[in-house]
């Protein structure tokens, strides 16, 4: 089908909401593009002159190809080298999506997308049109070919599923780089007991490397391990200087709306951990280091002012 201006800028104006819905269901901003990037081409082929709702009908095309991406991708993590971890997204990148609500902002925080990966790709789904969007239960079951009652149905199992994972406590900038701050005297005092006293006693550190930087597989659980691990971390080595292309800067900023330390490298992002804060401490260091999942984060950091990193390190 031949299509006008007007189709295009409709399906633009509908994008950015298409990036933010595809980023949470896949937890992937290079997946989530490519999904879009689908989604437009089959509105190129449709008979646009006939969708009632084109929002509805977009929605729904893009949602289908992010379910069928789930399914595979379950296959693929089955041979990833090391933890799967989501890409993070650094504060003011677009593909955030709204948050103007605590459920907006919670559904894209860097904790909640390690919970959905437990999820179904339905559970998954409808949490995310749900809680996101605030899609009604009419338009999820039209969207993904089930009934109304099945909707409620599976969003209450799917809710109960991310309520099983830690409270969080909602961080602003000033309180991220607070807390920052004084996790990096913390890690950078070469003693575990500062840190120990930040975190929680089930607090665990874990990392994503892609088989293309060194990695953990397994998470380092308990305080003290968590302390142990992030004190060495820090610890100056011609090795971790060599493997990143030199000392890095550490910055603190937000990280799909959690505190998160921000590795910098002549320009160029080598890694992001997050910080899962609780009322009672620290309970979670995700790091990411696949340099495959930082690359739009690396675009991000080179079109923003970042202010003076927090120190050199490695």
Known sequence: MTMTRDD??????ARPRLEAIAYRLLGSASEAEDAVQET???WQGADVE?????EA???????????NQLTSARARRETYVGQWLPEPLLAGDPMLGPADTAERRESVSYAVL??????????????VLREAFDYPHREIAEILDISEAASQQILHRAKKHVAAGKARTEIDEAAARRIVDEFLAAATSGRTEPLVRLLTQDAIAVGDGGGKVPARARAFEGALAVAKFMRGLFKPAKAKRDLIGGRAEIHATLANGEPALVAVVDGRVVGITCLEVTAEGITALRSQVNPDKLERATR????TDHG???????
């Open 8 to 13: 295009v800028d409709r399906f633009e104006a």
């Open 57 to 67: 009908w977009l929605t729904k095309v893009l949602t289908n190809l992010c379910l």
């Open 308 to 314: 003076e990193p927090l120190m050199q390190a490695f």
């Open 50 to 54: 006939r969708v009632e709702v084109p």
């Open 40 to 42: 437009f081409l089959r």
């Open 300 to 303: 991000l950091w080179a079109a």
């Open 114 to 127: 390690v919970l959905l990966e437990r999820l179904s790709p339905n559970e998954r789904a409808v949490y």
